[in-house]
């Protein structure tokens, strides 16, 4: 069974920068692994993807501003966040697919942006 456990969420300035970390527990190999978020009132969605391969693709409300990157030794996922906008505020979910293609997510983590 793998466990998602993201931290680095927090509050933040409009302009400003934070790193959201994921590490996954277990010895599952994982393929993709993702960022999702979920602001107030709305739908989740795809911020970023990451392969195996080091493969990534942003939506595109935040493309150019953040970053999303692996450690495959970590089984870890980052999310560099710059330039954040109040709109960028929400929970952000940290999700792994592994070879069977079964699908885990981390609990969440709070990002706010004030402006």
């Known amino acids: 069974q793998v466990q998602l456990v993201e931290s680095g969420g927090g509050l933040v300035q409009a302009g400003g920068s934070l790193r959201l970390s994921c590490a996954a527990s277990?010895?599952?190999?994982?393929?993709?692994m993702a960022w999702y978020r979920q602001a107030p009132g709305k739908q989740r969605e795809l911020v970023a993807r990451?392969?195996?391969?080091?493969?990534?693709n942003y939506a595109d409300s935040v493309k150019g501003r953040f970053t999303i990157s692996r450690d495959h030794a970590k089984n870890t996922v980052y999310l560099q966040m710059n330039s954040l906008k109040p709109e960028d505020t929400g929970v952000y979910f940290c999700?792994?697919?592994?070879?069977?293609?079964?699908?885990?997510w981390g609990q969440g983590t709070q990002v706010t942006v004030s402006s």
């Open positions: 277990g010895t599952i190999s994982l393929i993709n």
């Open positions: 999700n792994a697919v592994d070879l069977r293609v079964r699908v885990y």
């Open positions: 990451i392969t195996s391969g080091s493969n990534t």
